[in-house]
């Protein structure tokens, strides 16, 4: 009966000790909050290397940006220059178009002026004043409608008679000075005032326009210059 009672008695000896899990005593606060701060020390300390590692794609984006935005403003200076090539060359082409266009109506033209010529001369000598209704009148008629067919056609083309008359100061650029007169031998002005130096007394020859350039300097008599 007692040997039976001693290994109850060591049972409950064992079920009165404490585990060593349950024996060990919790974490106290301090070593906890330790604990926290450090964890949250290397948390901050990974934020700016994050930070870092998000910021490289945006930064090269940006990069990337500029340099598109620098060519677009390469190209677009490309294309202005371009464009002002494409003017200067249509201006040129067109002045060079016209050029030979008032080539080709002048050389045409010049032939036709001796024609001109021609008919003016013979109306200027036509005695005056024609007798209506006589072979002379209608002759005189079929010049003066040619010739004003003539002049029509020119003007289509840009060739212009010079209008000049007595006492039209002289141009050297325009006219040419076949003969001079002393004032005193030039006659009648016809507006009653004095005649002046290098006035056209006389136009022998008519002078004609090509758009602003002489075509043909007209042949003037002039008073003479003093």
């Known amino acids: 009966m007692f040997s039976r009672a001693v290994p109850s008695l060591r049972t409950a000896t064992r079920l009165a000790r404490p585990t060593a899990a349950a024996a060990a005593p919790l974490p106290s606060r301090p070593i906890a909050a330790a604990s926290w701060r450090a964890y949250s020390a290397s948390s901050e300390a990974e934020k700016p ?27 677009e200076k490309d294309r202005k220059y371009k464009q ?18 008032d080539f080709a109506i002048s050389k045409f033209a010049l032939s036709l002026l001796s024609t001109s010529d021609v008919l003016s001369t013979a109306l200027g000598h036509v005695p005056k004043p024609v007798e209506p209704g006589t072979p002379l009148a209608s002759l005189v008629s079929g010049v003066e409608m040619t010739q004003k067919a003539m ?39 016809g507006d ?8 056209v007394v006389e136009v022998r020859q008519e002078g004609w326009m090509i758009g602003n350039r002489v075509l043909r300097p007209a042949q003037v008599g002039v008073t003479q210059i003093e």
């Open 151 to 189: 002049w029509k056609t020119f003007e289509q083309n840009g060739v212009v008679k010079m209008d000049i008359g007595r006492g039209t100061e002289f141009d050297p650029n325009a006219h040419d000075a076949a003969f001079q007169v002393p004032k005193e031998h030039a006659g009648e002005k």
């Open 49 to 75: 290397a994050a930070a870092d590692e998000a910021g490289k794609p945006k930064s090269a984006e940006a990069e990337k940006v500029k340099e598109l935005e620098g060519r677009i403003q390469e190209l």
């Open 84 to 101: 002002a090539e494409i003017q200067t060359l249509s201006r040129r082409i067109e002045e060079e178009r016209r050029k030979a266009s």
């Open 192 to 199: 009653g005032k004095q005649w002046g130096p290098g006035e």
